[in-house]
T-cell receptor, first 115, second 113 residues
Framework: EAGVTQSPTHLIKTRGQQATLRCSPI?????VYWYQQALGLGLQFLLW???????NRGNFPPRFSGRQFPNYSSELNVNALELEDSALYLC??????????????FGPGTRLTVL | AQSVTQLGSHVSVSEGALVLLRCNYSSSVPPYLFWYVQYPNQGLQLLLK??????LVKGINGFEAEFKKSETSFHLTKPSAHMSDAAEYFCAVSVKGRRALTFGSGTRLQVQP
């Protein structure tokens, strides 16, 4: 069974540009989560989508946004990129909101570098 | 709000020795607790989880953890370290209804031959 996939593997942008990161969840999972792993800041929760709806949001500015598509894949968009946005962005998936099973399974990540 | 403290950013053990990685949590409601492992340039792999069933939880690769409510701890152990266990380990907490994971700062495990 395929795991969580993310694309691209690496992304290089310059300050002020926009970045789009993509995630495909494990088959049967309807919840998708985004986390940022930045040097010195650790792993921080960004966003949670379930059944196309944003369910929870971490302490990040509005220029971090995303969406979930009908096939449960998800996009993370980062507008007006700043140098400190350079990080590994991890996507995870799990069974949906109604399920008691809460384990999250992570993809390999997208390394975003902002120059 | 929940929080996690991992004592020791670096732990070094000899191959075959006991592995003990410490995790203490803070939560005002019953927590769900997780241990993940991250190998270089990879995502996180779930080792084990506690979700209010048995307090001693067995995971993959010979790891286990014990939930101790009185000590607010969820330490990760493995009886005998292998070279392949060298990686970074993260403890995380969430609560029912709020799926967002709050992670500790991580512990890098080094295994000496």
């Amino acid at each position: 069974e395929a795991g969580v996939t993310q694309s691209p593997t690496h992304l290089i942008k310059t300050r002020g540009q926009q970045a789009t990161l993509r995630c495909s969840p494990i088959s049967g999972h309807t919840s998708v989560y985004w986390y940022q792993q930045a040097l010195g800041l650790g792993l921080q929760f960004l966003l949670w989508y379930d059944e196309g709806e944003e369910r929870n949001r971490g302490n990040f500015p509005p220029r971090f946004s995303g969406r979930q598509f009908p096939n449960y894949s998800s996009e993370l968009n980062v507008n007006a990129l700043e140098l400190e946005d350079s990080a590994l962005y991890l996507c995870a998936s799990s069974l949906g909101l109604a399920s008691p099973e809460v384990s999250q399974y992570f993809g390999p990540g997208t390394r975003l570098t902002v120059l | 709000a929940q929080s996690v403290t991992q004592l020791g950013s670096h732990v070094s053990v000899s191959e075959g020795a006991l592995v003990l990685l410490r995790c203490n949590y803070s939560s005002s409601v019953p927590p769900y607790l997780f241990w993940y492992v991250q190998y270089p340039n990879q995502g996180l792999q779930l080792l084990l989880k506690y979700t209010s069933a048995a307090t001693l939880v067995k995971g993959i690769n010979g790891f286990e953890a014990e939930f101790k409510k009185s000590e607010t701890s969820f330490h990760l152990t493995k009886p005998s370290a292998h070279m392949s266990d060298a990686a970074e380990y993260f403890c995380a907490v969430s609560v029912k209804g709020r799926r967002a994971l709050t992670f500790g700062s991580g512990t890098r495990l080094q295994v000496q031959p």
